[in-house]
């Protein structure tokens, strides 16, 4: 078995491309058994006009009204169909503010297989943005930022509505002077009960790749201190992604990640189906990932 990847955004999503029939073929062309698509769903009306969209067939459609979602589908159902051996799953990525659980409840009816959740945003600014990021920062003290996302990841986690959490440290990429530093540290005591968490629900803990190969980082999110600490609190459950937003970059830095997670004391990748785990994939079992060659 190869890696599972689980957080892919095709070209529904405004910052990505490849549609995700291309994914399918990439996938297939470097021998994966299963991937697991995770589109952008942004619902905050505070950033509608940036990011309150999804692309369908080359257009612009808002994403609050759930219609887009049967295209979507209908198009991870027609590769599919194109690729009987290869499991295609269907999820989306839910950016989590305070508001958005009665938003989000439209978007519930479908049948999803695994609904990553993320928090990217306090008080509506993108902190890992360079920008935005300093924006928040003239607002109040890293020491803050870390308590507020705390804070909004607890509350994600107790929703009961989601499966996996996203990148956990994502913020470290923001490089405003000194701000990873104090960030990181003023999480340190909240990781515990948020760990603990995620473990009650039986939500997986993702391990992502981006960190490395886009943001030029050595760990990726979360970094292995929080990887050995949610390992040494029982949780077991954990998924990879790529975050790729081109199919090029699907599994990418998977040897980096699966090495790490063995350090850190994890044994097994998990996959979904329904929401519900389907299979433990111990890493006796994974091989490494075909090469791909150029077109
Ligand atoms: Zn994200
Ligand atoms: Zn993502």
């Excluded at 989306?92 to 609904?115: A, K, M």
């Excluded at 990879?240 to 990748?269: I, Q, R, Y």
Aim: aromatic residues 12%; hydrophobic residues 40%.
């Amino acid at each position: 078995m190869r890696i599972p990847d689980y957080h892919i955004h095709p070209d529904f999503s405004f910052d990505a491309r490849g549609t995700v029939l291309n994914y399918a073929q990439f996938a297939e062309e470097k021998g994966m058994e299963e991937i697991c698509f995770t589109t952008h769903l942004d619902l905050d009306p505070v950033r509608a006009p940036r990011e309150g969209w999804v692309r369908v067939n080359g257009s612009r459609v808002p994403n609050y009204n759930p219609s887009w979602i049967f295209k979507y589908i209908e198009a991870i159902e027609e590769a599919q169909a194109l690729f009987p051996d290869l499991k295609l799953k269907r999820g989306l990525e839910v950016d989590y503010f305070p508001e958005v659980e009665s938003l989000l409840e439209p978007f519930l009816h479908f049948s999803w297989d695994f609904l990553l959740v993320s928090v990217h945003c306090i008080q509506h600014l993108a902190v890992a943005n360079e920008k935005e990021g300093a924006q928040l920062l003239s607002l109040m003290t890293p020491e803050k930022i870390a308590s507020e996302f705390a804070k909004q990841v607890k509350k994600a986690i107790l929703s009961g509505i989601f499966h996996g959490l996203a990148h956990l440290d994502y913020f470290k990429r923001q490089n405003h002077p000194g701000f990873k530093e104090r960030f990181l540290s003023a999480l340190e005591p909240c990781l515990p009960e948020i760990l603990t968490l995620l473990k009650k629900q039986g939500m997986a803990l993702e391990v992502n790749a981006r960190a490395i190969f886009r943001y030029n980082l050595k760990e990726p999110f979360p970094g292995s201190h929080i990887l050995s600490l949610a390992s040494s609190l029982g949780l077991e459950t954990i998924t990879f992604g790529s975050d790729s937003h081109n199919p090029l970059e699907l599994g990418l830095k998977f040897d980096t990640l699966l090495s790490l997670a063995m350090k850190s004391g994890f044994k097994a990748v998990t996959t979904f189906k329904g929401g519900k785990i389907e299979n433990i994939i111990p890493f006796s079992q994974i091989v490494p990932l075909l090469p791909s060659y150029p077109a």
